[in-house]
């Protein structure tokens, strides 16, 4: 029996067809680059601008709109650039400025658009304010911060996101805060400082010509103003945060600051914000994108979600629904580098693959948005790094009980030659290791190559743009035993993407045209097709 979970619109409400014609970023497709590991241009054997600038080409030719670059600017280098020292410079490993006005002006070129990371909710303890915040209690800019008087305990039971106490010592015996690594002081949200010194960073990526950016901890910002104990303990495994940490996520004042945002973005017209929002209540996550605050949210369930029927046809019933009470599109997300690489999350080798390349079919089907993170459409797994080499704190300060994020990060193989053209020839080591065999992912094995995984998003990617029910328009989800239905439509007809997510070969009912299937095993069975598995396929009706 099929159950009809929801049907959902998010294409701009009726009483907004005044508008010209839809934003951009509404469907827009967005490619995330992991800067470090994405391209070496100087030989250093760590990506950069010029390396990313070189290969705009690609993702051109991919068919992405957008790059979403993570953090380039100066970092105390203890989160993968997420300690940021200075929100209006670039760090030297990565280029400068003029770097950065380069690549938004290639990309425009190319008719791609670049998105900056920015990072509001800590700094790096190497930032100017809070070294003079520990030389100086009395100073302005220990007042950005959140210092505790010293004492014998911490002044209450948050933890860090990263492992062990979100309480560090100063020095001179104070506490500070970091909801995440020690080297990542919280910022104080309540200082009029501290916002104003924010917007003029956006303004000064905007005056270069950015298209807008990723909110880093888009949920977080503001604290319970009495620092008062959470109610329970964080649980990684959660698909976000909720009630047992009430005290430190989704504090109402952080809609404020949206708002304002909102407003500096609308001075510099097409630009867009898109929030990290990790919440367990997608409702509130959705609030988030409520039409005067960020653009869009980041909908985290799918990355979250086992290789289940029901799990998927849930997490994405939801957020059409929550997204579409507010008017906003979904951003759908199913890789980025905090996350195992869905191959391996799928359940790595040869079925991994086909689960992750049946689950891109869904990516793209959806309306709405979509992030692609570097590398998932080379079908990469999750890279195995030696413990030696590992960097993420998450691993560090856990003590080894959690493995971090290195092996989502490492570096993209491009050929087959030595070094596999991440760096220029003669190059210093790549960064992080590069696993044996990574060379047989390589772009250039890929590309043309017509059952590549490659050439499936890139067609994918034609296919979307060209045909109006994909990825816009409304979308109707069922699930029958294992059998998974999205039912696509817009302006030219309707698509239905079906992912085979049991583990017999199904029947698919009355077809229509395929446009596009994750495997060449898809049968004609009379009027019927048969989708084995771990398969997608986009099919026209009638
Ligand atoms: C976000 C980023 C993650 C980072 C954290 C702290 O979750 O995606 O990589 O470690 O924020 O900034
Ligand atoms: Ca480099």
Same mark, same amino acid.
């Given at each position: 029996?099929?159950?009809?979970?929801?049907?959902?619109?998010?294409?701009?409400?009726?009483?907004?067809?005044?508008?010209?014609?839809?934003?951009?970023?509404?469907?827009?497709?967005?490619?995330?680059?992991?800067?470090?590991?994405?391209? @070496?241009?100087?030989?250093?054997?760590?990506?950069?601008?010029?390396?990313?600038?070189?290969?705009?080409?690609?993702?051109?030719?991919?068919?992405?709109?957008?790059?979403?670059?993570?953090?380039?600017?100066?970092? !105390?280098?203890?989160?993968?650039?997420?300690?940021?020292?200075?929100?209006?410079?670039?760090?030297?490993?990565?280029?400068?400025?003029?770097?950065? #006005?380069?690549?938004?002006?290639?990309?425009?070129?190319?008719?791609? &658009?670049?998105?900056?990371?920015?990072?509001?909710?800590?700094?790096?303890?190497?930032?100017?304010?809070?070294?003079?915040?520990?030389?100086?209690?009395?100073?302005?800019?220990?007042?950005?911060?959140?210092?505790?008087?010293?004492?014998?305990?911490?002044?209450?039971?948050?933890?860090?996101?990263?492992?062990?106490?979100?309480?560090?010592?100063?020095?001179?015996?104070?506490?500070?805060?970091?909801?995440?690594?020690?080297?990542?002081?919280? %910022?104080?949200?309540?200082?009029?400082?501290?916002?104003?010194?924010?917007?003029?960073? %956006?303004?000064?990526?905007?005056?270069?010509?950015?298209?807008?950016? &990723?909110?880093?901890?888009?949920?977080?910002?503001?604290?319970?103003?009495?620092?008062?104990?959470?109610?329970?303990?964080?649980?990684?495994?959660?698909?976000?945060?909720?009630?047992?940490?009430?005290?430190? *996520?989704?504090?109402?004042?952080?809609?404020?600051?949206?708002?304002?945002?909102?407003?500096?973005?609308?001075?510099?017209?097409?630009?867009?914000?898109?929030?990290?929002?990790?919440?367990?209540?997608?409702?509130?996550?959705?609030?988030?994108? &409520?039409?005067? #605050?960020?653009?869009?949210?980041?909908?985290?369930?799918?990355?979250?979600?086992?290789? @289940?029927?029901?799990?998927?046809?849930?997490?994405?019933?939801?957020?059409?629904?929550?997204?579409?009470?507010?008017?906003?599109?979904?951003?759908?997300?199913?890789?980025?580098?905090?996350?195992? &690489?869905?191959?391996?999350?799928?359940?790595?080798?040869?079925?991994?693959?086909?689960?992750?390349?049946?689950?891109?079919?869904?990516?793209?089907?959806? +309306?709405?948005?979509?992030?692609?993170?570097?590398?998932?459409?080379?079908?990469?797994?999750?890279?195995?790094? +030696?413990?030696?080499?590992?960097?993420?704190?998450?691993?560090?300060?856990?003590? !080894?009980?959690?493995?971090?994020?290195?092996?989502?990060?490492?570096?993209?193989? *491009?050929?087959?030659?030595?070094?596999?053209?991440?760096?220029?020839?003669?190059?210093?080591?790549? *960064?992080?290791?590069?696993?044996?065999? *990574?060379?047989?992912?390589?772009?250039?094995?890929?590309?043309?190559?017509?059952?590549?995984?490659?050439?499936?998003?890139?067609?994918?990617?034609?296919?979307?743009?060209?045909?109006?029910?994909?990825?816009?328009?409304?979308?109707?989800?069922?699930?029958? @035993?294992?059998?998974?239905?999205?039912?696509?439509?817009?302006?030219?007809?309707?698509?239905?993407?079906?992912?085979?997510?049991?583990?017999?070969?199904?029947?698919?009912?009355?077809?229509?045209?395929?446009?596009?299937?994750?495997?060449?095993?898809?049968?004609?069975?009379?009027?019927?097709?048969?989708? +084995?598995?771990?398969?997608?396929?986009?099919?026209? #009706?009638?």
């Amino acid at each position: 029996m099929t159950r009809r979970l929801s049907t959902a619109r998010t294409a701009p409400r009726p009483g907004a067809a005044a508008a010209p014609a839809s934003p951009w970023w509404r469907d827009a497709v967005v490619y995330q680059v992991y800067l470090r590991s994405f391209a @070496d241009g100087n030989g250093d054997g760590i990506g950069d601008l010029a390396g990313l600038r070189a290969r705009l080409p690609y993702l051109a030719w991919l068919g992405v709109d957008a790059v979403w670059v993570n953090p380039h600017y100066p970092s !105390g280098g203890a989160d993968g650039g997420y300690d940021v020292v200075d929100h209006r410079a670039v760090d030297p490993d990565y280029g400068d400025v003029a770097d950065v #006005e380069a690549l938004v002006e290639d990309a425009r070129a190319l008719g791609l &658009r670049v998105l900056l990371d920015v990072v509001p909710n800590h700094s790096s303890d190497q930032h100017p304010w809070f070294r003079r915040a520990l030389a100086d209690p009395t100073s302005p800019e220990a007042g950005r911060y959140h210092f505790a008087p010293p004492s014998e305990a911490p002044p209450n039971n948050w933890r860090s996101l990263f492992g062990g106490p979100a309480w560090s010592r100063t020095p001179d015996g104070r506490w500070y805060l970091h909801l995440f690594s020690p080297e990542q002081p919280d %910022l104080n949200w309540r200082d009029p400082a501290v916002a104003a010194d924010f917007e003029d960073s %956006l303004r000064f990526w905007l005056d270069r010509g950015v298209s807008g950016f &990723r909110v880093d901890v888009a949920y977080g910002l503001f604290k319970d103003a009495a620092l008062r104990d959470n109610p329970g303990s964080y649980s990684p495994t959660l698909f976000g945060h909720g009630p047992e940490q009430a005290m430190t *996520w989704d504090q109402p004042e952080v809609h404020d600051v949206w708002r304002r945002w909102r407003a500096v973005c609308d001075e510099y017209p097409g630009t867009m914000l898109v929030g990290e929002v990790c919440l367990a209540d997608l409702d509130r996550v959705a609030r988030y994108s &409520r039409p005067d #605050e960020l653009h869009q949210s980041l909908a985290f369930r799918l990355l979250k979600s086992s290789w @289940d029927a029901a799990a998927f046809a849930e997490a994405t019933t939801g957020a059409l629904d929550a997204f579409g009470r507010v008017g906003a599109p979904v951003s759908w997300v199913l890789g980025n580098h905090d996350k195992d &690489r869905m191959v391996s999350r799928f359940g790595g080798g040869a079925v991994g693959t086909a689960r992750a390349r049946a689950a891109a079919l869904l990516l793209l089907a959806l +309306p709405g948005s979509a992030y692609v993170y570097a590398g998932d459409e080379l079908g990469l797994p999750q890279a195995h790094v +030696p413990e030696a080499a590992r960097q993420d704190p998450i691993f560090h300060r856990s003590g !080894g009980a959690r493995a971090g994020r290195d092996g989502c990060r490492v570096p993209l193989p *491009w050929n087959t030659a030595p070094g596999l053209g991440f760096s220029p020839a003669g190059a210093a080591d790549p *960064w992080l290791p590069v696993p044996a065999g *990574w060379e047989r992912h390589a772009v250039s094995r890929q590309a043309g190559e017509g059952g590549s995984t490659l050439t499936l998003y890139r067609r994918a990617l034609a296919l979307r743009k060209a045909h109006p029910a994909l990825g816009s328009g409304a979308a109707e989800v069922s699930v029958e @035993d294992g059998l998974l239905t999205v039912r696509c439509t817009g302006a030219g007809g309707a698509v239905r993407c079906v992912v085979n997510m049991g583990r017999s070969t199904r029947l698919v009912a009355g077809p229509g045209r395929v446009l596009l299937a994750s495997t060449s095993r898809v049968r004609s069975s009379g009027s019927s097709l048969a989708l +084995p598995p771990d398969s997608a396929v986009w099919v026209t #009706e009638g």
